[in-house]
């Protein structure tokens, strides 16, 4: 199993769930590699690559203890960044270069935070489950949430929040409708809209 998670600073309100997360998954029998990434460590946004953006700290197995301090260390090594796009897919594909033998891939990833690199999109060959921190109905963000859509269905992978896990997603198709967390989405042109009534 891979795990990929952002460490942004945007993900500092979900820190504590996040960390939760991490321990009561952490299984040495399954877990293969952890990533943890945090958009460039300090790096100006002119100096930004796509695909070379940096910021990406792969961990092969950690104890359980060391989780916390690596994801402290991760989010220290990237202070000033404050631009609201993350490297979610350079840090994926890093990780999955980086690792042998695994089955499933995890992006823990920000809701509310677009995703910098979807270019790298049609290199990814496994798919990917993405667990949306601060997924809120009320303050939904449709570009965001739109680009975690694209890669689940993209992969054949899945998207998951504390209230729903939609599945299938590759099997969505232009005017495909599903809820998540309360609020109705349709599939239109490609993109997610919210649902008319």
Same mark, same amino acid.
């Given at each position: 199993?891979?795990?990929?998670?952002?460490?942004?600073?945007?993900?500092?309100?979900?820190?504590?769930?996040?960390?939760?997360?991490?321990?009561?998954?952490?299984?040495?029998?399954?877990?293969?590699?952890?990533?943890?990434?945090?958009?460039?460590?300090?790096?100006?946004?002119?100096?930004?690559?796509?695909?070379?953006?940096?910021? *990406?700290?792969?961990?092969? +197995?950690?104890?359980?203890?060391?989780? %916390?301090?690596?994801?402290?260390?991760?989010? #220290? &090594?990237? /202070?000033?960044?404050?631009?609201?796009?993350?490297?979610?897919?350079?840090?994926?594909?890093?990780?999955?270069?980086?690792?042998?033998?695994?089955?499933?891939?995890?992006?823990?990833?920000?809701?509310?935070?677009?995703?910098?690199?979807?270019?790298?999109?049609?290199?990814?060959?496994r798919p990917?489950?993405? *667990?949306?921190?601060?997924? +809120?109905?009320?303050?939904?963000?449709? %570009?965001?949430?739109?680009?975690?859509?694209? #890669? &689940?269905? /993209?992969?054949?992978?899945?998207?998951?929040?504390?209230?729903?896990?939609?599945?299938?997603?590759?099997?969505?198709?232009?005017?495909?409708?599903?809820v998540i967390?309360?609020?109705?989405?349709?599939?239109?042109?490609?993109?997610?809209?919210?649902?008319?009534?």
């Open positions: 199993m891979l795990i990929i998670t952002d460490c942004t600073y945007s993900m500092m309100p979900y820190s504590t769930h996040v960390v939760l997360w991490h321990l009561l998954n952490n299984n040495p029998h399954n877990i293969v590699t952890y990533t943890f990434f945090n958009d460039g460590d300090s790096r100006p946004i002119s100096r930004k690559k796509i695909g070379k953006t940096g910021g *990406v700290y792969v961990v092969e +197995n950690p104890k359980k203890e060391r989780i %916390l301090n690596i994801m402290r260390m991760v989010r #220290i &090594a990237g /202070y000033g960044n404050d631009d609201e796009e993350e490297n979610d897919l350079e840090a994926v594909l890093k990780t999955m270069q980086v690792a042998k033998n695994y089955d499933d891939v995890i992006l823990l990833a920000d809701a509310n935070s677009s995703v910098r690199d979807m270019e790298l999109l049609k290199e990814l060959n990917i489950r993405i *667990v949306l921190c601060g997924f +809120n109905s009320q303050t939904l963000n449709l %570009l965001s949430f739109w680009q975690y859509y694209e #890669i &689940a269905q /993209y992969t054949g992978g899945s998207i998951h929040t504390v209230e729903s896990d939609i599945e299938n997603l590759a099997a969505m198709t232009e005017d495909s409708k599903f967390d309360g609020i109705e989405v349709t599939v239109k042109n490609g993109k997610v809209v919210l649902a008319k009534n």
